[in-house]
């Protein structure tokens, strides 16, 4: 999705992208891979369990977030969601448009 951020951000998206590593992890992270949009920490977790996207446990590791993408309205109201079952699942961008098209268009975003 990073490589095609820009259609969704050319539909009014504002992408964001979130870290379960400390602050200056992300930041090295970021340092190394940069990104057309800004990548935020949550070395708590407390986002990822507030989205109930947090995986305590699994074959691929433990305290990490499942991949997901969430296209969240201004009002705060999540409108639609894709968790992936694994790390490597991750929803085609052409779908994310899809559904951010179709929110627009019914004025929910």
């Known amino acids: 999705m990073r490589s095609e ?20 992890d992300t930041a090295d992270f970021v340092a ?13 977790r407390a986002v990822m ?7 305590a446990l699994s074959f691929e ?3 990490i977030a499942h991949p997901a ?3 969240i309205d201004p009002a705060g109201i999540v409108r639609w969601r894709f968790v992936g079952s694994n790390q490597l699942e991750w929803p085609q961008t052409s779908i994310v448009a899809e559904k951010l098209a179709g929110l627009m268009a019914s004025g929910q975003s």
């Open 32 to 44: 190394r891979n940069p990104a057309p949009f800004p990548m935020l920490s949550d070395s708590d």
């Open 69 to 71: 993408v969430f296209l």
């Open 5 to 24: 951020s820009s259609r969704l951000t050319d539909q009014g998206a504002t992408i964001l992208t979130i870290n379960a590593q400390d602050p200056e």
């Open 61 to 63: 590791g433990f305290n």
């Open 49 to 55: 369990k507030a989205y109930d996207v947090h995986n």
